[in-house]
T-cell receptor
């Protein structure tokens, strides 16, 4: 079975801190994604990557950056955390061409910024 | 941009079939229809997806209207473990826009 793991289930950070969220998948998938999930808004795509060192903006990239140095690892970076970035963050991976393949999600990281 | 519309909530009796509808009247020819579900405190789980033809897998069936403006996820025999939020989303091959709406919260009554 595909496994997508995220570094933390719960995280509490202070405003202005730099925050790293790590995601690792074990199935050699090409594509990886970061979403945030907020009540009433569903999931929104922040960034995605279709190859090592490649990244593309999703719907809401402002305030975030990403890094993909190895195929299995995709990191989401909050350069200076703000309270409006308090949310559930979900990582996903997919074996290939967008739409044609399913996405596999991690368990999520609930980030609270105080 | 193509959007999906689903009922906010639905109820089903255990061991009965469930039909979860989704409207996507502005779907384009390159949009794949995906269904995911999310149990409390977990990440979404893939259920099924299709482009034009009806699809079946071990979890569910997906019925796609001929004009592709709507689709229906069919759970053949609901169990208590099927209680979740079900999301119908459209995914383009370019991934430049992914929309997960609020989904349908399915309750299964024993």
């Amino acid at each position: 079975d595909v496994k997508v793991t995220q570094s933390s289930r719960y995280l509490v950070k202070r405003t202005g801190e730099k925050v790293f969220l790590e995601c690792v998948q074990d199935m050699d998938h090409e594509n990886m994604f970061w979403y945030r999930q907020d009540p009433g808004l569903g999931l929104r795509l922040i960034y995605f990557s279709y190859d090592v060192k490649m990244k593309e903006k999703g719907d809401i990239p402002e305030g975030y950056s990403v890094s993909r140095e190895k195929k299995e690892r995709f990191s989401l970076i909050l350069e200076s955390a703000s309270t409006n970035q308090t949310s559930m963050y979900l990582c996903a991976s997919s074996p290939g061409k967008a739409g044609f393949y399913e996405q596999y999600f991690g368990p999520g990281t609930r980030l609270t910024v105080t | 941009d193509a959007k999906t519309t689903q009922p906010n909530s639905m109820e089903s009796n255990e061991e009965e079939p469930v039909h979860l509808p989704c409207n996507h009247s502005t779907i384009s020819g390159t949009d794949y229809i995906h269904w995911y579900r999310q149990l409390p405190s977990q990440g979404p789980e893939y259920v099924i997806h299709g482009l034009t033809s009806n699809v079946n897998n071990r979890m569910a069936s997906l019925a796609i209207a001929e004009d592709r403006k709507s689709s229906t996820l069919i759970l053949h025999r609901a169990t208590l473990r099927d209680a979740a939020v079900y999301y119908c989303i459209l995914l383009k091959t370019s991934y430049d826009k992914v929309i997960f709406g609020p989904g349908t919260s399915l309750s299964v009554i024993p």
